[in-house]
């Protein structure tokens, strides 16, 4: 599995719209820019077929360090969450063979996952 970076996506989007690189990083930017606004702001991003963004509180909790076993205290925080859309999921099942539901799962317990790690 490939990673693709800003730069790539910013390369292809140019080239299928005929944008220079330039615009078309501004636009892109400008983009990613307003959804860091809006769920800074608390606001919920809802895309059609693609998926939801969403803030949610998680509370706070106790932790075990697993190299110490010393427990902490994880204090409550706000953590973005991402609901995945009907369009992505089935794209994403259908591209790792894993059937239905579970693969979609898979995907938002790998950003959840991702997000505990921050």
Known sequence: MATITKKELVS????STGQTKVVT?????LFLDE?????GNGN????REFGVFEIKDRAARRAQNPRTLEK???????IVKFKVGRLMKERVT???GVEG??????????????????
Not at 35 to 39: D, G, K, N
Request: hydrophobic share 50%.
């Open 12 to 15: 292809r989007i140019a080239e």
């Open 25 to 29: 990083k501004d636009i892109i930017q």
């Open 35 to 39: 959804i860091i606004r809006e769920l």
């Open 72 to 78: 902490v205290s994880v204090p409550a925080k706000k």
């Open 101 to 118: 539901e579970a693969a979609a799962h898979v995907v938002v317990e790998t950003a959840n996952a991702m997000d505990a790690d921050n």
């Open 94 to 96: 259908s591209t790792n």
């Open 44 to 47: 919920r991003l809802e895309f």
